[in-house]
T-cell receptor, first 109, second 116 residues
Framework: RKEVEQDPGPFNVPEGATVAFNCTYSNSASQSFFWYRQDCRKEPKLLMSVYSSGNEDGRFTAQLNRASQYISLLIRDSKLSDSATYLCVVNQAGTALIFGKGTTLSVSS | GAGVSQTPSNKVTEKGKYVELRCDPISGHTALYWYRQSLGQGPEFLIYFQGTGAADDSGLPNDRFFAVRPEGSVSTLKIQRTERGDSAVYLC??????????????FGPGTRLTVL
């Protein structure tokens, strides 16, 4: 079983749609959680950290359920520029990031 | 300010050759990480440094892979006797420290290695 599992998609949605990505992780000792965004042939970039209380940044909302070892990302009012691969990432302090395979989003006009 | 830089951006080599990949982290970042990303996969951890020492090299696939960071800044990933399966994008990342729970890692653009 992979440490971080995501539905690879692709998710094909029209502009303005709301889309949700889910992720599960296997290591209950994981301490920090992130969503990274990766554009085609580019490096991953931090989209947002995910905290236990849940957090929102504009059109993006991330939630964490430690009991279920589940992380989610909600994107509202999708834009063409949101098209990318979204990587679910977990970490323990003092260790490297563990990435999922990524979920591909394609937003069309 | 300057981000993480990696050279070369592309490297094509023949099976059996030796290659070196270089990473310049963000100035002042003490932690440096190497990852490898194959097509359709997320990045996979190889090794990380806190300062000059390798704090965790458990991700290195075998003894053909080695990395150094002699002065605690620039790092070089070295691959001996390359194999076709080594073909991937090699990503370097740095962060202020490895010890914080929420520490953002900043990635370089990667080196695309192709072994013919």
């Amino acid at each position: 079983r992979k440490e971080v599992e995501q539905d690879p998609g692709p998710f094909n949605v029209p502009e303005g749609a709301t889309v949700a990505f889910n992720c599960t992780y296997s290591n209950s000792a994981s301490q920090s959680f992130f969503w990274y965004r990766q554009d085609c042939r580019k490096e991953p970039k931090l989209l947002m950290s995910v905290y236990s209380s849940g957090n929102e940044d504009g059109r993006f909302t991330a939630q964490l359920n430690r009991a279920s070892q589940y992380i989610s990302l909600l994107i509202r009012d999708s834009k063409l520029s949101d098209s990318a691969t979204y990587l679910c990432v977990v970490n323990q302090a003092g260790t490297a990031l563990i990435f999922g395979k990524g979920t591909t989003l394609s937003v069309s006009s | 300010g300057a981000g993480v830089s990696q050279t070369p951006s592309n490297k094509v080599t023949e099976k059996g050759k030796y290659v070196e990949l270089r990473c310049d982290p963000i100035s002042g970042h003490t932690a440096l990480y190497w990852y490898r990303q194959s097509l359709g996969q997320g990045p996979e951890f190889l090794i990380y440094f806190q300062g000059t020492g390798a704090a965790d090299d458990s991700g290195l696939p075998n003894d053909r892979f080695f990395a150094v960071r002699p002065e605690g800044s620039v790092s070089t990933l070295k691959i001996q006797r390359t194999e076709r399966g080594d073909s991937a994008v090699y990503l370097c990342a740095s962060s202020l420290t490895a010890l914080a729970v929420y520490n953002e890692q900043f990635f370089g653009p990667g080196t695309r290695l192709t072994v013919l």
